[in-house]
């Protein structure tokens, strides 16, 4: 397809609508979304459960069995919520930790030591509140439920009470609470589980053994797998053993990596095959090219986390947050000590561990270790790591029942609403700071993973705008693409700003589906051995339809060139070694597709409309202040 037909194809659009995203940005805009839908479910349960107790009750302890023959699942309506959907969001919380491990921040290994701590602390420090609170009593049993941060709700209160919180702060606090749900699951596993069952723990154990040999072999093939996981779940429920460990681990299994441009490749060479023969043969071969382009774990995690935000997890506080709400009630839960430890865990528990932990790490290491965020930032996620909606509850259910459940329930609940409110006053404190100090709370001083592999270097660069700014943002892009000549305007207006940018194109002619960019980016190397590479750069996104070799040597004269010269040096490919220098860093980072943006070495995830690079472009700038 030319790159004629692509800008026909897309005329029209702005580049407000082309949006590179990630994973972990998706993550965290659906976890924003899903938040008001999960308040929704719990204000349902809460009516429900009031103005018909009978009816709550009696609907979710409804038994619902699955037989084969002689065999089967007998479980009621709350326990296939609690341990069978609730899998998928344990599932989802894993290929997000993988993600992190693979190919973000924690890809760095030294990078886990702070969140490992801080996680750990964050659950050690709730639970002996708790147990003092408790000491002596029979409830003392149930200190599991005032430990654990709800990662979904945790992060979607956050978004509406933390708005122009830094996102490493949202990246730490998703580390921590992937710690927080892993120490979860084993104190599931080994303390609130029921008698185990040895025959059946040697099948889990044998059936995540094939697992393993599988994903070592290679195969990719989706059945395959959810057969495994199904046979891995019940498994662990006949043995005792809470099966929702299974959503984690396997997402923890599940490889991230970036698509490789070979893959890419690949890909659009079968789709031009099906587009010369459109059968039913080469559409099933189409579909699988671009599906193993993309990693199994982006794959799934597209597939699965709307799901689990917008009806797994509701339909969880749906079954489980419902508690009598009456002035007798409430008067007794609020002298319970049940109520009172969790409440006193997780409102000064959390954010006492957190912060503490994070602190004693970044002096221990002299600091070398630091979190993501400035300790202000770092103080607001300990606060609202204080919502333990989900795991708390689910972790009372198993630990208590009657009336101690039902203080449990308004311990946590009570702890949601107090979070947030702690961590709303923190952010005002924060903000309430002179600029220079509250930078410096909200982006701390921790050196962030540089993404791009050759650094910017102007004695070769292809460079616009002041050498001595303090923001430089590199574009890899090519001259045929639609997308780069729609970013094009937007990064005109920041150079255009106050100076303080400076702009790098590198090449990366994509020739599977351009066919003109790679003569094209020649020609702008050509023209800069005319000192013309600028306006050359200019004319080539300007007039991206028509790139031929004619088209060249007519914007050569445009330019004001030599033509002769130019011709000649086009002919004989003299700039083709400069384009491979940048195809080769553009393979050194990782980038596959265009245009790719790095803002001060750190690669720009999001849109690039004048609203995303701005925001990215002042977030380096403040950095550079502060450090």
């Excluded at 509250?438 to 050498?467: F, K, N, Y």
């Excluded at 914007?555 to 070694?577: K, Q």
């Excluded at 265009?594 to 990215?616: C, E, I, K, Q, S």
Aim: net charge neutral; hydrophobic share 50%.
């Amino acid at each position: 397809m030319s790159g004629h037909a692509f800008r026909e194809g897309y005329s029209g659009q702005t580049a407000r609508g082309a949006e590179l995203h990630t994973p972990l940005r998706d993550f965290l805009r659906t976890e924003t979304g899903s938040a008001a839908v999960l308040v929704a479910a719990a204000l349902a349960a809460l009516v429900w459960a009031n103005a018909a107790p009978g009816s709550y009750t009696g609907f979710w302890d409804t038994h619902l069995a699955l037989r084969l023959g002689s065999r089967g699942i007998d479980l009621t309506l709350r326990g296939w919520v609690n341990s069978g959907l609730m899998t998928l969001f344990f599932l989802v919380v894993g290929l997000e930790a993988r993600r992190e491990f693979d190919m973000g921040e924690l890809r760095e290994r030294s990078r886990l030591a702070l969140p490992l701590v801080a996680g750990v602390c964050g659950m050690a420090v709730p639970v002996a509140i708790y147990l003092a609170v408790n000491a002596g009593e029979a409830t003392a049993h149930g200190w599991g439920a005032a430990m654990s941060t709800d990662t979904a709700f945790a992060l979607g209160l956050l978004a509406v009470v933390g708005r122009g919180m830094p996102s490493g702060l949202r990246i730490f606090l998703l580390t921590v609470s992937v710690v927080d749900d892993f120490v979860a699951l084993v104190v599931i596993a080994v303390v609130y589980s029921g008698r185990l069952s040895l025959p059946a723990l040697l099948t889990a154990a044998a059936t995540l053994g094939a697992i393993l040999l599988v994903r070592a072999a290679g195969l990719r093939h989706p059945a395959g797998y959810a057969l495994l996981a199904a046979v891995l779940w019940v498994a662990l429920l006949e043995s005792g053993i809470d099966p929702i460990a299974t959503g984690l681990v396997l997402g923890l299994l599940t490889f991230a990596y970036p698509a490789a441009r070979s893959d890419l490749e690949r890909a659009s060479g079968l789709f031009r095959l099906f587009r010369e023969q459109p059968t039913p043969e080469l559409e099933r071969s189409v579909r699988l090219g671009l599906a193993s382009a993309i990693s199994p774990n982006d794959r799934l995690q597209r597939l699965l986390h709307p799901w689990t935000s917008y009806a797994v997890v509701p339909l969880f506080a749906l079954a489980n947050a419902g508690i009598r709400l009456g002035g007798e009630e409430l008067a007794h839960a609020f002298t319970s000590p049940v109520t009172l430890g969790i409440l006193g865990a997780f409102v000064l528990g959390k954010p006492a561990g957190i912060v503490t932990a994070a602190a004693l790490t970044t002096a221990v290491s002299r600091g070398r270790l630091r979190p993501p965020a400035g300790w202000g930032a770092v103080t607001a996620g300990g606060t609202i790591a204080g919502v333990g909606f989900t795991v708390s509850l689910l972790i009372a259910t198993l630990a208590f029942s009657g009336r101690h459940l039902e203080e449990a329930k308004t311990g946590v609940l009570s702890a949601v609403v107090g979070s947030a409110i702690t961590t709303w006053l923190v952010i005002r404190l924060v903000r309430a700071l002179p600029k220079r100090t509250r930078l410096r709370a909200l982006l701390g001083r921790a050196e962030s993973i540089v993404d791009l592999a050759v650094p910017v270097d102007p004695a070769r660069d292809r460079i616009r705008g002041p050498q001595a700014a303090t923001v430089t943002v590199v574009e890899y892009g090519d001259f045929e693409c639609p997308y780069c000549g729609l970013a094009e305007p937007v990064v005109r207006a920041l150079l255009e700003g106050d100076g303080e940018v400076r702009y790098v194109w590198r090449h990366l002619p994509l020739t599977d589906v351009h066919p003109h960019a790679q003569l094209a980016a020649e020609a702008a190397e050509a023209a800069a051995r005319q000192d013309g590479y600028w306006p050359m750069h200019d004319l080539l996104l300007e007039h991206q339809g028509a790139l031929t070799a004619t088209d060249l040597l007519g914007y050569a004269e445009e330019a004001g060139l030599d033509v002769p010269r130019f011709h000649r040096d086009l002919r004989t490919h003299a700039g083709a070694g400069r384009v491979a220098e940048d195809v080769e860093s553009a393979d050194l980072s990782g980038v596959s597709g265009t245009p790719t943006f790095f803002v001060n070495g750190l690669r720009h995830h999001g849109a690039y409309d004048m609203a995303g690079l701005t925001t990215a472009v002042r977030t380096a700038r403040a950095r550079a202040v502060v450090r």
